[in-house]
């Protein structure tokens, strides 16, 4: 009865410390996305642009934006849920870093300034199935 005793602690310590790893793997993974467009700054849910790509929770709007190269995008989040805006192809993040904001938190909006000519997709990174296009001219 003893050993099982420890040998469950055992289970449970390594499984905690397990998740623990993982969890701060994870954490640490979204804020070097959040870290990786120099050009990206937060701003609160009252400021627009022109080029401005919504995010209601469930979709991007307007689902296609063309733009110029070298203008500022605003991603501007509505929902009550946190979104991460990434680059296709998912999960790798590679057709266009410009894109890869990161995290946009509930209410919040990100600025970012795309330079690469071309069209790109883009997803939330938390649900993939939610994707935009965007051309840069």
């Known amino acids: ?18 998740y623990l790893v993982l969890h701060k793997s994870s954490n640490k993974m979204t804020a070097t996305n959040s870290s990786q467009s120099q050009s990206t700054s937060s701003t609160n849910n009252n400021q ?9 929770g469930t ?12 203008s500022t995008v605003t991603i ?6 946190d979104m991460q805006l990434n680059s296709n192809p998912h999960p790798v993040h590679t057709d266009d870093t410009d894109l890869n904001v990161g995290l946009v938190s509930a209410g919040q909006s ?3 300034t ?17 994707q935009g296009k965007i051309t840069i001219q």
């Open 76 to 81: 501007k989040n509505t929902s009550s849920q």
């Open 48 to 56: 627009s642009s022109p080029n401005t790509i919504t995010f209601d």
């Open 114 to 130: 795309v330079t690469k000519t071309g069209s790109f997709g883009y997803h939330d990174h938390l649900d993939p199935n939610i």
């Open 110 to 112: 990100q600025t970012f």
């Open 59 to 70: 979709q991007f709007s307007p689902a296609m934006l063309t733009v110029k190269s070298g």
């Open 1 to 18: 009865m003893k050993a099982f005793i420890i040998g469950l602690v055992a289970v449970i310590v390594i499984g905690g410390g397990g």
